[in-house]
C-alpha cells in the first residue's frame, strides 16, 4: 500500500507537469529574452525559419507527394507510393495525407516574423549581418507564402504580424484574394534581393538563399500568375481564343467577395517575362 501510494503521488506530480509542459506555445523557449543576447543563438533562430522549406527529395512519406511525379514532368516508378493516387484519379477525402505540410508552412511564416521582429535586439551581430539575415528571413517568410499559394491558391494572409495558427484571434483571419497575395509576396522577395548577396561561399553558405533565388523565386510566381488557370479563368487556345472557364467563381471569401480575378490581363505575361529578364540579366547562371 506504501508503494502503490508514493507511485500515485510521483504519478500526479508527472502529470501535473506533463500538463503545463503540453499548455506552452511550442516556440516559448525560442522566443524568450535570452535568444537575442547572443551572435550564435540568434542565427541559430535563423537556422531554424530554414528548416521549415519543403523536401522536394520526400517521395513516398504519408505527408508528403513529390510535385513532378503528380505531373508530365516526369514518370515514377514506386508503385504504392502516395502520389500515384493522383496519377490514376483515385485521391479522396478519406485519404487523409496532405498534399503538402500545411501546417509547417505557416509555422515557418510565424518563425520567419518573430526573427525579424526581434534581430535587432542582438548586440553580438553588426548592422550589416542584421540587415542580411532579416532579408533572408523576409525571403524565406515570401517563399512560404509562395509554396502554399501554389497549393492552395487564395491563403490566409498573417502578413507582417508574427500570430500563429494556435493564436486565439486566428479564426477571425478570412483569405485574401489571390492577387492581394501576389502582390505582397513580389514586394517582400523584391526588398529581400536588394539586401541579398549575389553568391555563396559553397563550403560555409551552401544552401543559404541569395539575391538570384529571390528574385527566381518571384519570376516563378509571376509566371503562375498570367497562366490563364489564375489570370481570368480562361481557356487560352493557340490560335488566341479566349473562353471563359468560371473554374473558381464559386471560390470566395466570407463576405462573399470572388478572390481569384475574372478578367483575362495579357500584361500579366510581361510583368512575368520582366521578373524572369532581372534574373537573367544579373549574370551568373
Sequence with gaps: MKKTFILLFISSLF??????????????????????EKSNTTTQYLWNVYSWIYNDAELVSDEFVFDAYCSDETSGTFPNARYVKYLFEEQT?????????????YAGIREAGVFIENVDRCP??????????????????????????????PVFFNGDSSYGLLDEDVNTVDRTDWQTLVNWV?????????????????????????????????AR??????????????????????????????IKDRKGNQLFNTEYDATR????????????????Y
Design 15 to 36: 502529470l501535473v507537469g506533463c500538463d503545463k509542459y503540453l499548455d506552452r506555445q511550442p516556440d516559448d523557449a525560442l522566443t524568450s529574452d535570452s535568444i537575442w
Design 221 to 250: 510566381l509571376l509566371l503562375y500568375n498570367a497562366r490563364p488557370l489564375f489570370n481570368g479563368q480562361v481557356y487560352l487556345a493557340q490560335d488566341g481564343t479566349i473562353t471563359p472557364s468560371h473554374m473558381y467563381d464559386n
Design 124 to 153: 553580438e551581430l553588426t548592422a550589416e549581418l542584421k540587415t542580411m539575415y532579416k532579408a533572408e528571413a523576409r525571403a524565406l517568410r515570401a517563399y512560404f507564402y509562395f509554396y502554399l499559394m501554389k497549393n492552395y491558391g
Design 93 to 105: 477525402p478519406a485519404n487523409t495525407f496532405a498534399a503538402r505540410n500545411y501546417t509547417a508552412q
Design 186 to 218: 513580389c514586394k517582400e522577395l523584391d526588398t529581400a534581393a536588394a539586401n541579398l548577396p549575389e553568391t555563396r561561399d559553397a563550403q560555409t553558405e551552401l544552401g543559404r538563399i541569395t539575391k538570384g533565388a529571390a528574385l527566381a523565386i518571384k
Design 269 to 284: 505575361w510581361e510583368d512575368a517575362a520582366a521578373a524572369a529578364k532581372a534574373v537573367i540579366d544579373l549574370n551568373l
